[in-house]
């Protein structure tokens, strides 16, 4: 099930899963993907990290996972991040942010998982550049001293989706590596 960006605008590019996987080494991390979608990403990186957990809220992804994603070191949650209490998400290294990308939405994914994960060891943010609410919000807490870029990944001329219009070239960075100052 090797669907990326390509196949499908909702998920992310190969090249940014390599990343991580490159980045991440070959340490035993386990991971939590805050808006798993169809649960491509996870699927694509389980075997690299000792688990994931992925959260949605949409029973028709949940559905989809399930009977897709057939590998024993990952599960999604059914979990709704801006109302669910985050303290009974389980322990985690790593958190992939890749769910509500306004600016308030991804500012509360950031607030919530310092509050849940205050030793976290890395946050991973797709479409860092393409959404300007995900940039916004990540770039304040760089600016704030808060967050460390550890590295860019992914393509770095990606596109923009445009519901009506469909892909547009924008040449923006895919994703960020952050850890915490």
């Known amino acids: ?25 070959g340490n035993d991390y386990k991971m939590l993907e805050i808006g798993t979608s169809n649960g491509y990403t996870n699927f ?3 075997g690299f990290f000792k688990y994931i957990y992925g959260t949605e809220i949409s029973d028709e ?7 897709n994603n057939k590998v024993t070191n990952n599960e999604i ?12 998400l389980p ?6 942010i890749d769910c509500d990308h306004s600016y308030n939405g991804c500012k509360s994914d950031i607030q919530n998982t310092l509050t ?3 030793n976290i060891k890395y946050i991973i ?3 860092y550049e393409v959404w300007e609410g995900v940039n916004e919000a990540v770039s304040e807490y760089i600016t704030a001293g808060i967050f460390k870029v550890e590295k860019l990944i992914g393509l770095n001329n990606i ?7 469909g892909m547009e070239n924008k040449g923006k960075q895919e994703g960020i590596i952050i850890s915490i100052i």
């Not at 669907?3 to 190969?14: G, H, P, R």
């Not at 992804?61 to 009977?67: M, R, S, V, Y």
């Open 159 to 165: 596109v923009n989706y445009l519901p009506k219009k």
């Open 77 to 88: 949650i059914k979990f709704n991040v801006y109302n669910d209490d985050w303290s009974k």
């Open 44 to 46: 694509y990186l389980s």
């Open 61 to 67: 992804a949940i559905n989809f996972f399930n009977k």
């Open 116 to 118: 849940r994960y205050p």
């Open 125 to 127: 943010f797709d479409d």
């Open 91 to 96: 322990d985690v290294d790593v958190v992939f």
């Open 1 to 25: 099930m090797t669907i990326d960006i390509f196949d499908d605008v909702m998920t992310c590019s190969n090249k940014m899963r390599d990343d991580i996987i490159e980045f991440m080494g």
